[in-house]
């Protein structure tokens, strides 16, 4: 990041604890006894819980991994303070200070989790003792505190990146708006395309709207299954909200303009529901792997809380992304052409458009390409690998019947969005001209959201028989 567009300071004063002379070497040599404590006692019970197996629980695996954030978060600030006392040097750069202040916060937060997962354990092991080897199983705590590690690592670095939003200069970019050029179409045959687009998008919504209808109201889809396609249901109508009703109006209108605000309000709300889409569909793999391949631990294993817990980290980590993109997009310039060949604010086309450095830009969309679609789409191949060999382990014409009806549906869906998405952004560039972006953008903006409501009602018997009773409710009242 170049500090000198951001801001003219380079450096901040830190008053520390005392301007006293005489209190300086006391002071020292009371935090320099507290430090070492801290650090020698943390490493201590770390050494120790490695090296005696019965120390080999849950707990104490949280609490190793508690002594090391308690060393590390005491290491960010009580290092430079003492050698702020010994030196009386007072100055810190403001590279160190961001550094300073992100690890403080990664720390800090990593400390709040963990008492919280430790907490939990305790619950368990309290209240579900005959559960306990099965709520917090190996798996479970490292999922524990991947998403510990996750979630403060991209607070942390969202504080960051805010505050050096505020300490740059004002945004010297002149642009207040974008032109979205569209989709290539004559203009001819604009109103047939109005047609289209408004008829699918009216049914993404409509059919979208219904799942959630009926998934609410028959008892017999309050299932783990079911409670994520609701979900996906409202994040399908969500996600082509986004974009085509902006890409309607355009074509009706002929105002292809759209604010600089507005834009990057589309792009965080189209990272947002792309990405929780990825999560959820990712979500109803892992249920159908444990319904198929752990049947008789289903219940344990996808309770409610399990549930509530994996669609809000959904949220919390897609929003985090979204926001992430969203910020560094905010920091950059756009001096002249504001011209996006799209239907919409793609995240991808705005960078081309920038006269700013966007290598930070692209390493983030790469390092979150890898965590929110090809980290998710390795899972869903991992979960269906092991539902294939489950099946093949007992060749049963009822068992591949089963596991078709069960997943038949869900592979449909992983198809159409991941099938766009690698098409889109994965294959070699060459491939990739601007009319093939935006079809390929349409397919999982439109196209996909549209589908989803007739693979789940066709080829699904139990929507079928919610719908059958729906129909029949309505037409006897």
């Known amino acids: 990041m170049d500090r000198i567009n951001q801001s003219s300071v380079t450096e901040f004063l830190l008053l520390g604890l005392s301007e006293s002379p005489a209190q300086q070497p006391f002071l020292f040599g009371i935090f320099l006894g507290m430090y070492l404590v801290t650090v020698l006692g943390n490493l201590l019970i770390i050494l120790a819980i490695s090296f005696d197996p ?23 600030t009580i290092p430079k303070m003492l050698v702020n006392i010994q030196t009386q040097s007072q100055t810190i750069s403001y590279g160190g200070c961001l550094t300073q202040m992100q690890f403080f916060m990664i720390f800090g937060a990593l400390d709040d989790f963990l008492l ?19 709520h917090m199983s190996l798996l479970v705590c490292v999922l524990f505190l991947m998403a510990c590690w996750v979630l403060t690592i991209l607070a942390a670095l969202l504080h ?14 002149s642009v207040s708006q974008f032109l979205l050029l569209g989709l290539p179409i004559p203009p001819g045959q604009k109103g047939l395309f109005f047609t289209l687009f408004l008829g699918m998008y009216l049914t993404t919504v409509l059919g979208n709207l219904l799942i959630i209808l009926l998934i609410r109201l028959d008892s017999h889809l309050h299932t783990p299954m079911y409670f994520f396609l609701s979900h996906l249901a409202f994040t399908d109508v969500c996600f082509s909200s986004v974009t085509v009703p902006k890409m309607l109006t355009n ?15 589309q792009t965080y709300f189209f990272i947002l529901f792309a990405d929780l889409d990825s999560f959820l569909i990712t979500s109803m793999a892992y249920d159908r792997y444990v319904a198929i391949c752990h049947p008789l631990q289903y219940t344990t294993i996808m309770s409610q809380n399990v549930c509530v817990m994996l669609v809000a980290g959904s949220w919390v980590i ?42 930070l830009n692209q390493l983030v969309i790469f390092t979150a390409g890898l965590t929110a679609i090809m980290l998710p789409f390795l899972c869903i ?22 596991a078709l009806s069960t997943c038949g549906s869900h592979l449909s869906v992983v198809t159409l969005y991941y099938g766009a998405i690698i098409g889109l952004y994965f294959l070699p560039s060459s491939n990739n001209s601007n009319g093939n972006n935006i079809i390929a953008s349409l397919m999982y903006t439109v196209v996909t959201p549209m589908l989803n409501p007739f693979i789940y009602s066709l080829r699904n018997k139990d929507m079928k028989g919610a719908l059958r009773k ?6 006897s009242s």
Request: net charge positive; with cysteine; charged share 15%.
């Open 54 to 76: 019965h120390l080999h629980t849950p707990m104490y695996f949280f609490l190793a991994n508690l002594s090391f954030a308690d060393a590390c978060f005491s290491s960010t």
């Open 318 to 359: 897609a929003s985090a992304c979204a926001l992430l993109h969203t910020l560094l997009l905010a920091r950059l310039s756009f001096c002249a052409d504001h011209t996006v060949p799209h239907f919409f604010c793609d995240l991808a086309a705005l960078l081309k458009l920038s006269c700013s450095d966007t290598s």
């Open 251 to 265: 074509m009706q209108t002929q105002h292809l303009f759209i604010p600089y605000e507005g834009c990057i309000s």
């Open 381 to 402: 191949l991992v979960s269906y690998g092991h539902i294939g060999a489950t099946i093949l382990r007992v060749p049963s014409a009822k068992g591949i019947r089963k």
């Open 470 to 475: 729906f129909l029949h409710k309505k037409t």
């Open 116 to 134: 919280g997962v430790m907490a939990y354990d305790r619950y368990v092991a309290i209240c579900k003792p005959l559960h306990y080897s099965t």
């Open 160 to 173: 960051t990146l805010l505050i050096t939003t505020l300490m740059r200069r004002e945004n010297q970019s």
